[in-house]
């Protein structure tokens, strides 16, 4: 296995084979980008849900945008990807855990379904993060 190098300017070399922290993070952010324009547009979503099943509010597909613009951009810097799994990884529990609090006490505007999808997030791109790049004993 072969391990990233950088330029100069601490950018990864266009030719290197792709490491699971890079997919992830590239993976992450463009799903959050997605999410957050779909919601926003209003295209796949009814009931102010998206899908159908997922109640996000309108200041949360910001959130996301940026979010994922921001795991896009890091991707481009060695180590820029590790940290946005580390950091989006914890961050989503964060929100999980705040958003089912919220929810139980009846103070939150998304639902057990929008909580349940931030739990997987953080759950993968923690493990990522924390565990994805580490090599195991042969």
Not at 41 to 58: A, K, Q, Y
């Amino acid at each position: 296995m072969s391990t990233a190098t950088t330029t100069g300017t601490g950018m990864a070399n266009a030719g290197e084979p792709r490491d699971p922290q890079k997919k992830l993070a590239t993976l992450f952010g463009t799903i959050l980008v997605a999410l957050g324009v779909v919601d926003a547009s209003g295209v796949l979503s009814n009931e102010d849900r998206l899908l159908g099943v997922f109640r996000i509010p309108p200041s949360v597909n910001v959130v996301h945008v940026l979010t994922g613009l921001l795991g896009l951009f890091l991707t481009r810097y060695a180590g820029g990807a590790t940290l946005f799994n580390k950091v989006g990884g914890v961050l989503y529990l964060v929100v999980s855990l705040g958003g089912t609090i919220g929810v139980l006490i009846g103070r939150d505007s998304i639902n057990w379904e929008t909580n349940a999808f931030h739990l997987l997030l953080a759950a993968v791109v923690g493990w990522v993060g924390f565990e994805g790049g580490k090599r195991r004993p042969t």
